[in-house]
C-alpha cells in the first residue's frame, strides 16, 4: 500500500452496545499505530435506545482520532455496516463488532499485514476468543469447540480461510475498493448469514481471506442458552434468504425423515423443553450431546419457519 494512501476506518455497528461499547473504544483508542497511518472510527447505529451513542462520543470526542456517529434505523448489521460503509472515503476498512475487544497490537498486525500485501484481493481475520473474565459457561465453550459459532479450531495452522464460510464481520480487514461493488445484502434483517454470503460474493472473485491470529481479540457477550437457542432458529431462518440469493445452489439442507420424527417427538413431547430447562438452571454442567441436539432442533425449527414466510418479505 503506497505511504500516502495509508488510511484506515474502523467501522463498528452499534445496537444496544452499552455494556459492551466503553470498553471496546477504549481498547481500540489506545491501539499502537505507525507514524505515518491515518485512523478514523465510524460507528453506525441500527437504532439503539439506550445510552451507548453517547458513550460512544463521550470516549472519541476526547481522543485524537477523528470519528463519525452515524443514526439509522434498526434494519440488522447489514444496513449499520452498510452506513459505515458509505461515509468511508480510507483505502481500508476494518470492521469490528461492538463486543470485540482488541488486544495491544490487534490493529497494527491489521495494518502492517496490509502495507505489506497492498492487492485489492486480499483480506485479513483477525482471530477472536471469549473474554475469560466472564468466566465462559460450558454451552459458551462448546459453541466456539465443535458448536455453530466461529470456528478458529478448524483454522488452526492454516494461512487462508474460505471466505464463503469465514468471512466474520466482527474482526475483518478489507480494502475499501473491493466492497465498492459488493456490500452486504441488506435484506438479511434477523442474525445470521450477512457476513458469509458477501464472502460468497467476493470468493467468486477471487478473494484470498488470509489468517491473521497475531491480530488476537476478545469477544465481551455473556449468551444465555435461551439466547444462542434464539440465534440458532434466526439463522435457521435467513437460510431461506440466503438460498434465495443463490437459487444455482443448494444451501437448505434436507432433514432424514426419520431424524425429523425424532425432532418433532422431542418437541411435542415436552422432552425439549426438560432439556433446555436442564441447561438453563444448571449452566456449570458441560453436555455436549444436548447442546448439539438443542441447538440442531432450534435450528430446524427456523428453517421450518422460514420455509413458510412469502418471498417478498425480503425480495423486491
Known amino acids: 500500500m503506497p505511504s500516502q494512501n495509508k488510511t484506515c476506518d474502523i467501522i463498528i455497528p452499534t ?9 471496546v473504544l477504549s ?33 472519541c470526542r476526547h481522543h485524537s482520532w477523528p470519528y463519525q456517529i452515524i443514526h439509522g ?11 459505515g460503509l458509505a461515509q468511508s472515503q480510507a483505502d481500508l476498512i476494518v470492521f ?13 498486525a491489521h495494518l502492517t499485514w496490509h502495507h505489506r500485501h497492498p492487492a485489492t484481493k486480499i483480506a485479513a481475520l483477525g482471530h477472536i476468543a471469549w473474554d475469560p473474565r466472564l468466566k465462559p459457561s460450558p454451552f459458551m465453550e462448546w459453541l466456539v469447540h465443535g458448536g455453530p459459532q466461529n470456528d478458529f479450531d478448524s483454522l488452526l495452522g492454516q494461512r487462508l480461510a474460505a471466505p464463503h464460510r469465514f468471512w466474520y464481520g466482527s474482526h475483518l480487514s478489507v480494502k475499501r475498493a473491493l466492497l465498492i461493488k459488493d ?10 448469514w450477512e457476513d458469509a454470503e458477501l464472502g460468497r460474493r467476493l470468493e467468486s472473485r477471487g478473494v484470498n481471506l488470509h489468517v491473521l ?6 469477544h465481551r457477550h455473556n449468551y444465555l442458552p435461551q439466547d444462542v437457542l ?56 458441560s453436555l455436549p450431546k444436548v447442546f448439539k441436539l438443542l441447538t440442531n432442533i432450534w435450528f430446524w425449527q427456523g428453517l421450518w419457519m422460514g420455509s413458510t414466510e412469502p418471498k417478498s418479505n425480503y425480495l423486491s
Do not use: M
Not at 456490500?183 to 445470521?192: D, L
Not at 425423515?257 to 422432552?271: E, H, M, V
Open 15 to 23: 445496537w444496544q452496545s452499552e455494556a459492551t461499547i466503553e470498553e
Open 27 to 59: 481498547a481500540l483508542l489506545s491501539q499502537q499505530l505507525p507514524p505515518d497511518w491515518k485512523i478514523q472510527v465510524i460507528i453506525s447505529d441500527d437504532g439503539s435506545t439506550d445510552g451507548s451513542l453517547a458513550l460512544a462520543d463521550q470516549l
Open 73 to 83: 434505523a434498526h434494519t440488522g448489521a447489514a444496513g449499520a455496516r452498510n452506513r
Open 96 to 108: 469490528l463488532g461492538a463486543d470485540i475487544i482488541l488486544r495491544p497490537g490487534a490493529l497494527l
Open 183 to 192: 456490500t452486504f445484502a441488506e435484506v438479511f434483517q434477523r442474525y445470521g
Open 213 to 218: 491470529f497475531t491480530a488476537r481479540a476478545l
Open 230 to 285: 434464539r440465534r440458532q432458529q434466526q439463522v435457521g431462518q435467513n437460510l431461506h434468504v440466503y438460498q434465495r440469493l443463490h437459487p444455482s445452489l443448494t444451501l437448505v439442507p434436507s432433514l432424514d425423515p426419520s431424524k425429523k420424527l425424532l425432532y418433532r417427538l422431542l418437541i411435542y413431547s415436552g422432552t425439549l423443553t426438560v432439556l433446555r430447562l436442564i441447561v438453563q438452571l444448571f449452566p456449570q454442567i
